[in-house]
């Protein structure tokens, strides 16, 4: 299944995994059933914005949609799939215990202060690697309250920007690359913001009635890392067309 697309923003060069960040009818993959991504299996989640994750295995069945906001897999033939709409996708490519593996995070403000990054790196065993965070919201745009600010412990506090009284600019990515950086990964952070560039989604900026995502995908493939764009990030008019990179 490969929607019709109409911009889409590759992994950078160096990167080793295969992946892409998507403009997505989420409503379209919500169809009972499991899902394939050019002839592969798809992994998507019920998305509830905490910290609870789960491995993808062979015996799983993928037409089941856990609730969850972070998944990983050893396989290579499984997508990862993570929808957003101004939260951050996490995808990331790393040595385990077990060998290489992808993980795939779902996180927003609620996810990241509950340590859905920390937790999904300890559950994973992850060592050393690299993150890719794709566009999300960024610092200029994002104002939030006390009770956002408090959720945080102290040493996340100096991404909160003092705006006016009990009101912040929370730079969310920032803070979250560093959690990263904290734990040995090599970071990639897209700049691109999703409220300030119109073909991407906001779901601050559109409200509820937004039904529309971004697909973050991720895919071990064949680890060789022989296949790259030459490009690095991008945006481009592919409307659907897989590439491995």
């Known amino acids: 299944m490969a929607p019709d697309l109409d911009l889409r923003i590759d992994?950078?060069?160096?990167f080793q995994a295969n992946g892409a960040f998507l403009l997505s009818d989420a409503g379209r993959f919500k169809t009972p059933g499991a899902i394939k991504w050019n002839g592969q299996p798809l992994s998507l989640l019920e998305q509830v914005h905490e910290a609870e994750g789960l491995e993808i295995t062979e015996d799983l069945?993928?037409?089941q949609r856990p609730r969850a906001d972070f998944q990983w897999t050893r396989l290579r033939s499984v997508f990862l799939g993570i929808f957003v709409a101004d939260c951050t996708a996490i995808?990331?490519?790393a040595q385990s215990p077990g060998g290489p593996i992808v993980l795939a995070i779902h996180a927003g403000w609620r996810g990241t202060a509950a340590g859905v990054i920390d937790k999904a790196l300890d559950q994973t065993g992850c060592r050393s690697g690299q993150a890719w965070l794709s566009p999300g919201i960024s610092q200029a745009q994002y104002e939030v309250g006390e009770d956002v600010r408090e959720a945080f412990p102290p040493e996340a506090h100096s991404f909160f920007?003092?705006?006016?009284?009990?009101?912040f600019l929370f730079d969310l990515k920032a803070y979250q690359a560093q959690l990263l950086q904290k734990r040995g990964f090599e970071v990639y952070s897209h700049p691109l913001c999703t409220w300030q560039q119109p073909e991407l989604y906001s779901y601050r900026q559109s409200g509820a009635e937004l039904q529309k995502r971004h697909l973050a995908l991720i895919h071990l493939g064949s680890g060789d890392g022989s296949a790259r764009l030459a490009s690095g990030d991008r945006c481009g008019t592919d409307r659907g067309v897989w590439h491995e990179f």
């Open 11 to 14: 992994l950078p060069t160096g």
């Open 61 to 63: 069945d993928l037409s």
């Open 91 to 93: 995808l990331i490519r």
């Open 161 to 167: 920007e003092p705006l006016r009284s009990t009101k």
